[in-house]
């Protein structure tokens, strides 16, 4: 007589953390994510010192011209002295986590089911006392559980020598900003792990799936939010095309409502892009769009509580798509 | 009489409308090893996805230790172990580690007690610190078997489990099941394409050709109306397509 007929094995109350803290250790051992989040620290860091270095070519600009004025035995008030907002500097990081995170997070995604299917683990695991979704939830667990180690590691670090460098330092104000933006940037590369695991997981080729992963990636991270800053009459002309030609605001708004067709379209592709949701929030909290520069965090999180709703509500959305499509048993044949 | 440990009831699985398997019935007694022929894609592997609740039936039910496959998956699952077809595991952990996770995913109330357990059964404590990743096919076969036993499992699936081995590994498995059966009582499901290892084996063969069952009986009365391994694949080659275009030419 079996064990299992005398002693029933009692049903796993946790598959979801065995699998999660499984694929985690699996992941830590491989050198491809180590690989990949350095990449991303590099590409950040890069980011970061070009950003001082610009600030710093700003502030010698300034300082050069405030002596010469000042040798012609004139006021420097004359001239703005350049703002220094620390938290701007993230700038060139954001837009690392925009476009190397989340093609990132495509590959973990589908390293994440191809390998499964690949190695046949995935009917071994299936045949175990669990449910589907258990499976699902402690991939995804895994997967979203490296996106934000390595991105608490590359914002951290950031942070860290954003703390050295700036020579004023970061109050808590701007550490909380910084944590808001972790936590916005985990759901937003979340999306594409999810998108890249579900393809990856329910297509016939996991190869195919990746490549579909990324043509969704090359239209959501590169082409709609350039289409919607293209077609933007502000961006036509440096500086913004009715600043350059002296058109006071009223008369602004008066000619945009004969394009309201061309602006909600416009809009539509821009918004439809969850990296642009991700950019308008980010650049927000940060201070990098100079509007928010200076605002306190409370009403910029009110303010942009639409783009904030809109990427979490795409990562859980597919969240639950992955949860609750069956896998079809072909997948689980051999490769 | 006692219950069947495997018992099948029309159980019929179709693909783009092509069935690939096609009103399958039959009973596995408790205890048996049961080897399951058929030529490629005559629709085994299926079966067994069926049967290890994988795959969803379009018709038919069967039970496996009593219980429903479509009604009851989960106790279902709680006593079988399948072993797939060129099984490789997580490379970047140990075959200790390996085992960890399905030992905890089966629910074994002590997971490492019973590692060491299964990895002595087998003869695989040196193997037990290594990683999967520079395993031979051979010892990767039998951390796939170690897998598929760590909960004692009624019921063991194996599918094609000789596929890539030498001899020495076919001979290493077939004692191994052996031993399983008559020490633990595992009632043995095998699908293979050695003939000559279901007559040193199995107690009892079924051959299935483009999803239907064409033959199905206890070895002892094949023998006993065939004679040796030789007249079992006569047996067996008569009954597939292979054999009947043989025949033919």
């Given amino acids: 007589m079996s064990d299992a007929a005398l002693n029933p094995v009692r049903l796993n109350p946790t598959p979801v953390r065995t699998i999660a803290a499984k694929d985690i250790r699996d992941a830590l051992r491989d050198r491809f994510i180590l690989i990949v989040t350095a990449f991303l620290g590099i590409a950040a860091l890069v980011a970061l010192v070009t950003g001082a270095i610009a600030l710093r070519s700003d502030v010698a600009t300034y300082e050069a011209a405030k002596a010469s004025l000042l040798a012609l035995g004139k006021s420097a008030d004359a001239i703005k002295a350049p703002e220094f907002y620390p938290l701007r500097l993230l700038r060139g990081a954001i837009e690392q986590i925009e476009i190397i995170g989340a093609a990132i997070a495509i590959l973990i995604g589908y390293r994440s089911a191809a390998s499964e299917r690949g190695r046949q683990t995935l009917a071994l695991m299936l045949t175990r006392p669990m449910r589907q979704w258990q499976f699902v939830a402690g991939k995804a667990l895994a997967g979203i559980g490296l996106l934000a180690g390595g991105l608490a590691l590359v914002l951290g670090g950031l942070t860290l020598l954003l703390h050295l460098l700036s020579g004023i330092g970061l109050g808590m104000d701007d550490l909380l900003r910084i944590a808001v933006v972790w936590g916005v940037a985990v759901a937003y590369t979340a999306c594409f792990f999810l998108v890249s695991f579900i393809l990856s997981l329910h297509m016939k080729q996991p190869s195919h799936a990746l490549l579909l992963a990324f043509a969704i990636w090359l239209t959501l991270v590169l082409i709609a939010p350039q289409i919607g800053d293209t077609l933007d009459p502000d961006n036509q002309v440096a500086g913004g095309v009715f600043k350059q030609l002296n058109i006071a605001k009223p008369d602004q708004i008066q000619i945009m409502k004969g394009f309201a067709t061309f602006e909600t379209v416009r809009g539509g592709i821009e918004q439809a892009s969850v990296t642009k949701q991700f950019e308008r929030f980010t650049f927000a909290v940060l201070g990098i769009k100079a509007t928010y520069a200076g605002m306190p965090l409370g009403p910029i999180l009110i303010e942009m509580l639409g783009n904030l709703i809109w990427i979490f509500l795409t990562a859980l959305g597919l969240g639950a798509l992955a949860l609750a499509l069956p896998l079809n048993p072909d997948r689980l044949a051999k490769a | ?249």
Avoid at chain 2, 119 to 147: N, P
Avoid at chain 2, 191 to 204: G, R, V
Avoid at chain 2, 211 to 240: C, M, N, P, Q
């Fill in chain 2, 1 to 249: 009489m006692p219950e069947p440990m495997i018992r099948l009831n029309r159980l019929t699985q179709s693909f783009d409308g092509m069935t690939a398997v096609d009103a399958l019935s039959m009973d596995i007694a408790q205890g048996a090893i049961f080897g399951f022929l058929g030529h490629n894609g005559a629709g085994k592997t299926t079966t067994i996805q069926m049967l290890t609740t994988l795959a969803r039936p379009a018709s038919g039910t069967a039970t496996v230790a009593g219980h429903d496959i479509c009604n009851a998956p989960l106790e279902v699952r709680r006593r079988i172990g399948y072993v797939p077809e060129n099984v490789r595991l997580y490379d970047t952990l140990t075959a200790a580690e390996n085992l960890m996770f399905f030992a905890r995913l089966s629910g074994v109330t002590a997971p490492q007690r019973r590692v060491n357990e299964v990895l002595e059964l087998l003869d695989c404590t040196y193997l037990a610190d290594k990683r999967v990743g520079g395993f031979s096919k051979g010892m990767r076969q039998r951390i796939g078997l170690a897998q598929a036993i760590l909960h004692r499992p009624a019921v063991l699936f194996l599918d094609e489990p000789t596929s890539g081995l030498d001899p020495m590994g076919i001979k290493m498995l077939r004692d191994l099941v052996l031993r399983l059966n008559t020490e633990f009582g595992m009632t043995i499901f095998m699908n293979t394409h050695l003939i000559s290892e279901i007559a040193k084996t199995c107690t009892s063969i079924a051959v299935l050709s483009h999803g239907k069952l064409v033959f199905h009986d206890r070895i002892e009365a094949v023998t006993a109306r065939y004679g040796d391994d030789a007249a079992l694949e006569e047996l067996y080659l008569s009954l597939t397509p292979v054999g009947r275009l043989a025949e033919v030419a």
